[in-house]
């Protein structure tokens, strides 16, 4: 008996999020939305997180705009999007207010698919969500994050399906975000899925180790029901199989999709040539890599590790991070690599590497994680450690946002007359200050979007305002248009000194030579610390809250300022008992590494 294979197409989110950072604007969407809306597709993935993100930070667009324009385009089709339950869009738990509104609100825009997972598999994370999808009157799809452990069995995934089923899910989505399926395990995971509860099954797996294709087939043969693929100029490595591929070989078979190839063909033709709009930001860490297969890390993790080592130096280190991302990932409890622990462990990873000492330096994020504030690690998490991180301070053992007071009210007058409707609210809640950054320049009338680079030439060019100081500032060369952000200015060694830049949003490292003396001696504002009673960092960072003042007194270990960078935040902590005596940096700046930022006299 045949049975047709459902699509759904990845090339309006995950497909350029995974190949091109999430940058594809939507002026480049629509003229082929009239095509993609006669193919067929069960649906169309076309918000997600990421989505949300590089919409407001660098495109300047309202992402709450853009799907109502992809709404009113494809009126055929399924619009789907990846919400992280209890997190939605962000990197913390929001409370159920949060969550019911903007549930609410993404359905009215337009989202007819709701596909929720949490990082860590807890299934309390996903109930007010799908009770929310539900309320719409739109569809749940309850998601496996797919990983591999001693604790990650079929047995706990089908257990987890179940659950899911029983909160009112109208179908089951294996999210292989890593790209970790092997056919045959995915064979068997998708055969006990399908005789252990009733819902259809869908399969998302990234072709980062080269298998997606084969894990689809195997998924198949084995009773899945839809599977997700990329237009094929956005398909493969970090990306998911080629949509046209994937129709071609299931064509005449018993599992035909019934999909029109010459029309997807027509469809990749026009993707291939706006691929190359933005060259800029395809990552040299998108093709396939079987390295995966051990450490885990997703591509987009990947290529966030590079920068930050890049912005260390420290490029050639890389290994010795992907070599500890599976031990700090045993040490929590095995947690799957999506975000947020994606980014909580690879950042973990990254300071003990760095540091040359395992956890000298905890992240708040790995502390909130052992505390229990994203949910219940999946296995065994390493108790000295906890200990360590958290102090005597008790573990949450309920649901996180159990914990939470409602928001709503707050963020409405926290956003004030910026908020020109919930959505706006809505937007600012997901990302603070990004977004009223954002919804304060749409007020000015001074939205830019960075600049899209033409083919590049030869050499780059880049140019240096104070050194130590965040500085921004915009390029005419031949009549193209650059924005520069100086992020970080190195440590200067033998006559050299290293700029870190961000050329239109990408990072970028400049080595400069100074010509004499007088250019070279442009030296940060602040000294280089040198005294055990001078606090500095590690990492290039923004200050997040200065925790003390001058004349406060102070014990070795407190934590005396806290820093962000590549989202995730840390204390740093005095290594001396002493008095504070001065302090060179206030909430918002840009610091390097090695500078003092606090003195204490002991």
Known sequence: MSKKIFVTDTILRDAHQSLLATRMRTEDMLPICDKLDKVGYWSLEVWGGATFDACVRFLKEDPWERLRKLRAALPNTRLQMLLRGQNL??????????????????????????????????????????????????????????????????????????????????????????????????????????AEQSLPVFIHSHDTAGLAAMCQLKAIENGADHIDTAISSFAWGTSHPGTESMVAALKGSEFDTGLDLELLQEIGLYFYAVRKKYHQFESEFTSVDTRVQVNQVPGGMISNLANQLKEQGALNRMNEVLAEIPRVREDLGFPPLVTPTSQIVGTQAFFNVLAGERYKTITN???????????????????????????????????????????????????????????????????????????????????????????????????????????????????????????????????????????DGMPEEVVFEPLNEFVGGGSSKRKQASAPGHVSTTMPGNIVDVLVKEGDMVKAGQPVLITEAMKMETEVQADIAGKVVAIHVAKGDRVNPGEILIEIEG
């Open 89 to 194: 869009l962000g990197y913390r738990h929001y409370s159920d207010d949060v969550v019911k509104a903007f549930v609410a609100k993404a359905a009215v825009n337009g989202i007819d698919v709701f596909r929720i997972f949490d990082a860590m598999n807890d299934v309390r994370n996903l109930r007010v969500a799908i009770e929310a999808v539900k309320a719409a009157g739109k569809h749940a799809q309850g998601t496996i994050a797919y990983t591999t452990s001693p604790v990650h069995t079929i047995d706990a995934f089908v257990a987890q399906a179940k659950q899911m089923e029983a909160m009112g899910c109208d179908s089951i989505a294996i999210k292989d975000m890593a790209g970790l399926l092997t056919p045959y395990a995915t064979g068997e995971l998708v055969k006990a899925l399908k």
């Open 365 to 503: 994020e790995v502390k909130l994680y052992l505390q229990g504030g994203y949910g219940k690690a999946p296995g065994v998490v390493d108790e000295t450690l906890r200990r360590q991180a958290i102090g005597s301070e008790e573990v949450i053992d309920v649901r996180p946002a159990d914990l939470l007071k409602p928001e709503m009210t707050k963020l409405r007058a926290d956003i004030g007359n910026l908020a020109k409707s919930e959505e706006d609210v809505l937007t600012f809640a997901m990302f603070p200050d990004i977004g009223r950054k954002f919804l304060e320049e749409r007020e000015a009338g001074t939205l830019t979007p960075e600049v899209l680079l033409p083919i590049p030439e030869a050499g780059k060019v880049a140019s240096a305002g104070g050194e130590g100081v965040p500085t921004e500032f915009v390029i005419d060369v031949h009549g193209e248009t650059y924005r520069v952000d100086i992020t970080g200015v190195g440590v200067k060694a033998e006559g050299k000194r290293h700029f870190y830049l961000s050329i």
